[in-house]
């Protein structure tokens, strides 16, 4: 007598379906709407950030400073990130000549190429529907909007990033050792881009490979091992180069304190965003930049008394904000990213529940390992990290968000017969609608019956999909797009606005003003702290944080106001011809038409203290200006006695008074070179910017 034992049921993989016909036009659609979205208007927000605007123009006019990302064509010292982004939008600049139409299109395309590949990353495994959610989610994230119409390097990030998912998850599917080496190349691209930032998603990698990858164990943890030495060469070459290239012949790396690029990658862009210990930041502890960082926090509690928040829900926050757990949710986030995060999170734990007896190689399971732990890890890595952090890095969980929305979504829908599946997605939606409801409640005069819409849509889809015979036949379609509308509607109309409304400055956010939100350092901005022109919240429509005559906050009095007054310019943070901390320089035509007298025979045209105030004189003029000090104002670059070697050697021709960074008023070379040159040369003043003429 035999007898035989029962296998355990394995949960069996869900090929796609086959292509249908509609899938391609849906894609083009999908890709041309993206296009159109983000291309539109983009020439509107000027040079954006005229931080790396000043670097674009000075590699489409050196090969040098293009190389070393210099802020300069002179090469006096480099922006504080690797060159990767600045590399294609200055090349973009050499064809088509310097305009923000040819510098921005650049980051457009990568917005495009992100969703474009996002779509193919998702539709492998889960089919063209799941693809396409995928894609439209991240086309209308607010912050990826903003992001993708604006120059910072996130953009580029955030498409290598996406790339080496994708890369992963084919060595998931036949576990080939280039597949592996690829994710490696495109993590190390990545550090070119942001440095440090792009390690946040080799966990996620590494795991979910070790976990799911085909081969024995061993060879799984060699093929890792392959794809980190492919990192470290496709980073490497650059930092080794730029280590070993003689200091002498070379810019300054700017953000660090001894020229080193070891020193910024581990410092300044590294461990200091952790824990808050970022030497040369206007944070405090950041040696000579103590003052400045009293001088913030000062302008925060003043400012707090006029009615703006210095702390995060509940108070307590630091100079970047409140962490804990719930920072994506507060103010400053939830508008950016928070729409879905919900939603991602049930829908990621409900996904892994439907792939539990799936075989341990099963692609689908490993994509929502590998997208989960991504937003996980990136998540509360932001959530906790206790230094410098602006909103718009909250764009690195777009994709993570994105997808896991998507798969969730689709693979549920398919389980639906499930009442405890119907009863998953019942949840979502009213967990979607309610986040859209706090986050659209924070902006009052921004269309307030969308919430209500919003809210009552997403009740009635939670309550039909709970009903079996609402989630078949045509009568499905009504119920998919009310779910559409309930998690999209929020997000969309966000994204329009940040469309519709151009954006300049160092901190910026997408969508309308909303209540609490603290931008810079301190306490201080609405969206995005300050703009170009000198408003608070990064937006040059108008509609910011209103300030009376003078600068003052509208709604600080008395002693808050002149506080908040006081503070901030000391800081150079609210702008205006000589620009500031956070916003470029904006000359007029009488000054720029005195610094491109004779340019030809100097060096620098110009310097100023702080790369955001040299940055709009070079825009103009498209001559080389020496930002003294970097974008804070506070790197040991140049020295006095390099300084006063250049003026001797006739190479700067003019000083310009009044731009500010974090080293001024310090103990910082650039508040020596500025007492050097105001004891020994005469001002003149041209469209309200003192000058001092180095050559008379």
């Known amino acids: 007598m035999t007898t035989t034992l029962e296998q355990p049921k394995v949960e069996p993989a869900e090929p796609p379906p086959a292509r ?77 000549g310097l305009s923000s139409w040819a510098m921005l299109v650049p980051q457009a395309l990568l917005g495009v190429g992100s969703v474009a590949l996002l779509y193919t990353t998702v539709k492998r495994w889960f089919g063209a529907p799941a693809g396409l959610l995928a894609g439209l989610v991240l086309a209308l994230t607010p912050i990826a909007v903003l992001m993708f119409r604006f120059n910072n390097p996130d953009a580029l990030l955030v498409l290598l990033m996406i790339a080496s998912v994708w890369a992963m998850l084919r060595a998931v599917e036949d576990g080939r050792t280039r597949w592996m080496v690829l994710t490696g190349v495109f993590v190390g691209l990545g550090f070119l881009t942001k440095q440090l930032q792009v390690m946040l998603v080799v966990p996620p990698l590494a795991l979910t490979y070790l976990f799911a990858g085909p081969p024995k164990f061993g060879k799984r943890l060699a093929q890792c091992f392959a794809a980190l030495g492919a990192m470290i060469v496709s980073a490497g070459w650059w930092l080794l180069i730029v280590e070993l290239w003689p200091a002498s012949s070379r810019p300054w790396i700017g953000g660090s304190q001894n020229n080193s690029i070891l020193e910024l990658t581990l410092g300044y862009n590294g461990l200091g965003r952790l824990n808050g210990e970022e030497t040369g930041s206007v944070t405090p502890g950041g040696g000579s930049r103590g003052d400045a960082a009293t001088a913030m926090g000062g302008a925060g509690e003043a400012m707090a008394g006029g009615g703006m928040p210095a702390g995060g829900p509940g108070g307590g926050g630091g100079m970047w904000g409140s962490t804990g757990i719930t920072r994506m949710f507060e103010s400053a986030q939830g508008g950016q990213i928070a729409w879905l995060i919900p939603a991602a999170l049930i829908l990621l734990v409900a996904g892994l529940a439907l792939r539990g007896r799936a075989p341990r190689v099963d692609t689908q399971r490993a994509s929502f390992l590998v997208w989960g732990l991504w937003l996980l890890v990136t998540g509360l890595t932001f959530s906790f990290m206790a230094g410098i952090f602006h909103a718009y890095y909250t764009v690195a969980l777009a994709p993570a968000v994105a997808a896991l929305v998507a798969i969730g979504s689709v693979t549920l829908w398919r389980r639906r017969d499930a009442l405890w599946v119907r009863a998953v997605l019942a949840v979502t939606l009213l967990a979607t609608a309610a986040m859209s409801w706090v986050l659209l409640g924070r902006s009052a005069s921004f269309v307030p019956w969308l919430k209500w819409a919003v809210v009552v849509v997403g009740v009635v889809a939670a309550v039909a999909v709970l009903i079996p015979a609402l989630t078949r036949g045509r009568i499905a379609a009504v119920v998919t797009l009310a779910a559409l509308f309930t998690g999209l509607a929020g997000p969309t109309a966000y994204a329009v606005d940040t469309i519709a409304t151009p954006h300049t400055g160092s901190i910026v956010s997408a969508g309308p003003n909303v209540e609490g939100a603290r931008g810079g350092p301190g306490g201080m901005g609405g969206p995005g702290g300050m703009d170009g022109a000198g408003r608070m919240g990064g937006r040059t429509d108008g509609a910011a944080v209103p300030t009376a005559p003078g600068g003052v906050v509208a709604g600080a009095t008395d002693g808050a106001a002149a506080a908040a007054t006081d503070a901030m310019g000391g800081m150079g943070a609210i702008g205006g011809a000589a620009g500031g901390l956070l916003s470029g320089s904006d000359p007029g035509a009488e000054l720029v038409t005195l610094l491109e007298q004779d340019s030809g025979n100097y060096t620098w045209v110009a310097a100023a203290i702080g790369s955001n105030s040299a940055s709009g004189y070079q825009l103009a003029t498209e001559d080389p200006v020496m930002p003294i000090g970097g974008f804070n104002g506070s790197d040991p670059s140049p020295t006095l006695e390099q300084f006063q070697q250049y003026v001797a050697d006739g190479k700067i021709h003019y000083f310009i008074s009044g731009g500010r960074g974090g080293g001024m008023g310090g103990d910082g070379t650039a508040s020596e070179i500025s007492t050097w040159v105001q004891e020994n040369f005469t001002t003149v003043t041209v469209d309200g910017v003192t000058l001092y003429d180095l050559t008379s």
């Open 20 to 96: 249908r016909r509609w899938e391609p036009w849906a894609l083009a659609a999908l890709l041309v709407g993206t296009a159109v979205a983000y291309i539109w208007g983009l020439g509107a927000s000027g040079w954006a950030n005229s931080f790396y605007a000043a670097a674009v123009q000075a590699g489409s006019e050196s090969w040098k400073a293009f190389f070393f990302g210099s802020s300069d064509a002179a090469n006096s010292i480099t922006v504080d990130k690797p060159p990767m982004s600045l590399w294609l939008m200055s090349l973009s600049v050499r064809v088509f």
